[in-house]
């Protein structure tokens, strides 16, 4: 069992480039987030998936975009990259609301 | 939102020492986990405890809720042990989502 999978593990981009982070689990969950994690800082909550075919704000969703792709996929779009967008991205997964969350490897994004 | 506190922010052992890990949280919740972030970054689950008490291995964790606070007990540390502890809560009125705390960064030293 893979989990949750996060495509790419690093990435650097210039500032205006454009990419998308790419995930999947394999566990049949209903729920998936992503997170960016601010050195210093806990993981804050940028956009959320609690059932497939629906997508809600976070607390940090501006200049990202997210595509609920199925039951197991879940991107995360940055437009136009800024150097505010410099972080570790991770993505979880769990089975429904108040339930236990599983982690991916995280995606290291850097921003010149 | 619900407000997550850890202390100590930072702590320094010996191998073979105790510690206790600290989490208040502002408001009730229905959801309590515990993780580890290893040095390379990974988020380890360590425990699942909107309240209660659990062991496993040398980690235990008891949370009481309705005095709003989890404490994660590490005994004879390890130097394996390194790396952040972050709690992270959830409530009715936390937008379906894990809240999380700024974490404890734990060395443990040999």
């Known amino acids: 069992n893979a989990g949750v999978t996060q495509t790419p593990k690093f990435q650097v981009l210039k500032t205006g480039q454009s990419m998308t982070l790419q995930c999947a689990q394999d566990?049949?969950?209903?729920?998936m987030y992503w997170y960016r994690q601010d050195p210093g800082m806990g993981l804050r909550l940028i956009y959320y998936?609690?059932?497939?075919?629906?997508?809600d704000k976070g607390e940090v969703p501006n200049g990202y975009n997210v595509s609920r792709l199925n039951k197991r996929e879940f991107s995360l779009r940055l437009e136009s990259a800024a150097p505010s967008q410099t972080s570790v991205y991770f993505c979880?997964?769990?089975?429904?609301?108040?339930?236990?969350?599983?982690f991916g490897q995280g995606t290291r994004l850097t921003v010149v | 939102g619900i407000q997550v506190e850890q202390s100590p922010p930072d702590l320094i052992l010996q191998e073979g020492a105790n510690s206790t890990l600290r989490c208040n949280f502002s408001?009730?919740?229905?959801?309590l986990q515990w993780f580890h972030q290893n040095p390379w970054g990974q988020l380890i689950n360590l425990f699942y405890?909107?309240?209660g008490t659990k062991q496993n291995g040398r980690l235990s964790a008891t949370t009481v809720a309705t005095e709003r606070y989890s404490l994660l007990y590490i005994s004879s540390s390890q130097t394996t042990d390194s790396g952040v502890y972050f709690c992270?809560?959830?409530?009715?009125?936390?937008?379906?989502?894990?809240?999380f705390g700024k974490g404890t960064s734990l060395l443990v030293t040999p």
């Open positions: 405890i909107p309240s």
């Open positions: 566990m049949n969950h209903n729920s």
């Open positions: 408001d009730s919740v229905n959801n």
């Open positions: 998936s609690a059932s497939e075919g629906t997508t």
């Open positions: 992270a809560v959830e409530n009715s009125n936390s937008g379906y989502a894990l809240n």
């Open positions: 979880a997964s769990r089975r429904d609301s108040v339930t236990e969350a599983f």
